[in-house]
């Protein structure tokens, strides 16, 4: 069997054993699997990364048609790498799941590998309708999720969650509609670079960028995130923070590089929105009241910081693109490692509510260790991850030493202070002050449920020392990502047909 045969048992594996999950009796059996299988599949992406770094991009159609006839799977170290990082995140999410147990719900651990499965297949895949359809196979495991776990309040956040999604969903399958309807095609790279002016191509895939910029939280449509994931349980918080905005981030590079060119006259839109999406996320967590609405916040910032890249990279495509997926692959690890600790606070204390805790950096000093570790990556202080990312930003925003380069490291500073606020407004009001009352001296946060977010943090501070290696890696993905000759040559094969002639829908390039 070649390695590209093997793309579809990502998919297939989580799905398959899903079923296997739900139907056994044994909780410890459930209990590995969940754990277990995003846990190979990690390992099985290391292996897929390491491939396509030394033969390049590989592809498999399902049932061997054509090019640009069947469902295609693609990966190149772009998606090998987001996908190494998802399923990172996913098994100390699950871990954490069961450390709390969650898992005492059969239902819990077969809905989480259901997630994996559209995942997996939303990286994977290099056709827009069926990117859909993993989107789809994300959601609605993810409402169960969301209605099955958390507070009193989970059940409003999920009629929102839901409202939300479906209309971004409605509005994804209108525009890969018109983008068929108008070309014939929707195989990414047979769209190579069909959007790149201003014909009806270009007004199609700006419905899709629409609707998987709501399912990424961005301003003006990132109201919902704030309302919805902190209503869930922490290791449901932790697993989407990783998951579902980044698949979003994951598709928008790939479709502004495949599909746009990487135009250069949309960057001051792109600025626009960008700027005013992190003073946003940066300073509205100022106002929350319980520790994870604090981090919704924090993960609310963090997606413009990815996305302003955009309009950095027609002039240095590599060196903005590089920054935009080191900053990506640091967030996924450090938000995550604040949602767990958080919610081992809350299993032990009952409550995550600024006003009911206090105290707790003398009595769990672990606990306050980890979250002050979290809270220096955010801001980007050594020696965590959050250091190389922010440079990066910096750095590639520097390269044009321009107008948009004042705007947007000014608002980097400024977001980030707002973050610092946040941040140390949560510590003074859980961390300082006296000891809570009514509180038993022994009870403190056992190391079980404080261990998956010391191991995220952990893997923050390896990201700092092996910054060597890191970057050497997310610049190959990114290499990869913009060598869309190979990408199509990969996807489409030699014996493609249907393919559309796209000179006339390219009006006024």
Do not use: C
């Not at 946060?445 to 997310?474: E, H, K, Q």
């Amino acid at each position: 069997m070649t390695i590209d045969a093997t793309l579809p048992l990502f998919v297939a594996t989580p799905l398959i054993l899903a079923a296997v999950v739900v139907l056994s009796p044994a909780k410890w059996i459930r209990d590995a699997l969940h754990i277990a299988v995003p846990a190979i599949l990690a390992i099985a992406s290391v292996a897929l990364f390491a491939h396509v770094q030394d033969h390049g991009t590989v592809a498999h159609v399902i049932g061997l048609y054509p090019g640009n006839v069947g469902i295609t799977f693609a990966a190149d170290q772009f998606s090998a790498i987001m996908l190494f990082t998802t399923m990172l995140v996913a098994t100390i999410a699950n871990w954490f799941a069961t450390a709390t147990g969650e898992t005492r719900s059969r239902y819990y651990p077969s809905l989480t590998l259901i997630l994996i499965t559209g995942v997996n297949g939303a990286l994977l895949t290099a056709d827009l309708f069926n990117f859909f359809v993993m989107i789809e196979v994300m959601l609605l495991p993810s409402y169960g999720l969301m209605a099955m776990t958390g507070g009193r309040d989970r059940l409003r956040a999920s009629r929102m969650f839901i409202l939300v999604n479906l209309a971004a969903s409605t509005l994804l399958v209108v525009g890969v509609g018109i983008v068929y309807g108008v070309t014939g095609v929707v195989n990414i790279a047979a769209l190579k670079s069909a959007a790149a002016g201003n014909g009806p191509v270009t007004v199609a895939m700006g419905a899709i960028i629409i609707a998987i910029v709501v399912k990424a939280g961005v301003f003006p449509v990132h109201t919902w995130l704030p309302r919805t994931y902190p209503n869930t349980s922490a290791a449901v918080m932790g697993l989407f923070s990783g998951l579902h905005t980044k698949v979003a981030v994951y598709m928008l590079m790939r479709i502004y590089v495949v599909i746009f060119d990487v135009e250069k006259r949309f960057e001051w839109l792109i600025i626009v929105v960008m700027v005013i999406s992190m003073i946003i996320g940066a300073f509205a967590g100022l106002a929350e009241n319980s520790i994870r609405k604090v981090l919704a916040y924090q993960m609310v910032v963090g997606m413009p910081f990815i996305l302003v890249m955009f309009a950095f990279a027609p002039e240095h495509p590599r060196v903005a693109l590089s920054a935009a997926l080191m900053y990506t692959l640091h967030h996924m690890i450090t938000v995550g490692a604040l949602i767990l600790n958080s919610g081992a606070i809350e299993e032990t204390y009952g409550t995550g509510q600024l006003s009911k805790l206090s105290g707790l950096g003398s009595r769990d000093k672990w606990t306050a260790a980890i979250f002050a570790a979290g809270s220096f990556s955010v801001l980007g202080f050594p020696p965590f991850s959050g250091l190389w990312g922010k440079v990066m930003l910096v750095v590639a925003a520097a390269q044009s030493g321009d107008v948009k380069a004042i705007v947007v490291i000014t608002t980097i500073i400024i977001a980030s202070f707002g973050a610092l606020l946040s941040m140390l407004r949560v510590w003074r009001k859980v961390f300082w002050g006296r000891p809570m009352q009514r509180v038993p001296d022994n009870l403190t946060v056992r190391w079980r449920l404080l261990a998956p977010s010391a191991t995220l943090m952990a893997i923050s501070v390896l990201m700092f020392v092996a910054a060597g290696p890191l970057v050497d890696a997310v610049n190959g993905a990114t290499d990869s990502l913009l060598d869309v000759d190979s990408y199509t040559s990969a996807v489409l094969g030699d014996d493609a047909v249907g393919l559309p002639d796209l000179t006339g829908l390219q009006e006024g390039r």
